[in-house]
Nanobody
Framework: QVQLVATGGGLVQAGGSLRLSCAAS????????MGWLRQAPGTERTFVSAIRWSDGYAFYTNSVKGRFTISRDNGKNTVDLQMNSLKPEDTAVYFC????????????WGQGTQVTVSS
């Protein structure tokens, strides 16, 4: 059974930094990518960043490019999201997720961790 546990959220002032971590257990070797999505109150869950498991190629939504950095440790099955220069609009619940086949949907989700950026 696949489990994803996300940690590292919190409250930070605008311009500050946070690092999110996601630890996965029960994964098979056939992971295409792991990533982060976020959901602000009253909005849909949206893509933030992902990393391709085979070669570490990273994907970012435009609004976080240059501020967020995703990384992975294949041996530990972890993915981290370093978030710098945080803005109030980054406030959301952040979810880590696993995509096994490289499709348009995510196969497994973590429980979410709250990130709040005050102005």
């Amino acid at each position: 059974q696949v489990q994803l546990v996300a940690t590292g959220g919190g409250l930070v002032q605008a311009g500050g930094s946070l690092r999110l971590s996601c630890a996965a257990s029960g994964l098979t070797p056939n992971v295409f990518r792991m990533g982060w999505l976020r959901q602000a109150p009253g909005t849909e869950r949206t893509f933030v960043s992902a990393i391709r498991w085979s070669d570490g190629y990273a994907f970012y939504t435009n609004s976080v490019k240059g501020r967020f950095t995703i990384s992975r440790d294949n041996g530990k099955n972890t993915v981290d999201l370093q978030m710098n220069s945080l803005k109030p609009e980054d406030t959301a619940v952040y979810f880590c997720a696993v995509d096994l086949l490289g499709g348009t949907t995510w196969d497994y989700w973590g429980q979410g961790t709250q990130v709040t950026v005050s102005s």
